[in-house]
């Protein structure tokens, strides 16, 4: 997934905030954990805590993650996923 993908999604979610908020803060919630994924291995590294950059790593794939996940519940018919055309 790359960050115009990622804006797309965004966008949408800004968008339609008032009928889905638990979908805005969701994407918001991913997008904080590649955030994080990305500004914690610096300090990871410098400070030789590799349990953190065991954290961080994953980070970096949550937004991917977190879309395959609502792809495969929504072609499954168990979560509708109304953002998923703003993928492109």
Same mark, same amino acid.
């Given at each position: 997934?790359?960050? $115009?993908?990622? %804006?797309?999604?965004k966008?949408?979610? !800004?968008e339609?905030r008032?009928?889905a ?5 969701a994407?918001?919630?991913m997008?904080?954990l590649? !955030?994080?994924g990305?500004m914690?291995v610096?300090?990871a #590294?410098?400070?030789?805590? %590799?349990?953190?950059?065991?954290l ?7 937004? $991917?993650?977190?879309?395959? #996940? ?5 072609? $499954?018919g168990? #979560?509708?996923?109304?953002?998923l055309?703003?993928?492109g």
């Open positions: 997934m790359n960050v $115009s993908q990622m %804006s797309r999604i966008r949408w979610q !800004v339609h008032r009928e908020p638990l979908e805005y803060h994407w918001d919630m997008l904080t590649w !955030v994080l990305w914690g610096a300090p #590294l410098m400070l030789h805590w %590799s349990w953190m950059l065991a961080c790593v994953p980070a970096f794939f949550a937004p $991917s993650l977190y879309v395959r #996940l609502r792809e495969r519940l929504h072609v $499954s168990r #979560l509708r996923c109304d953002w055309p703003a993928l």
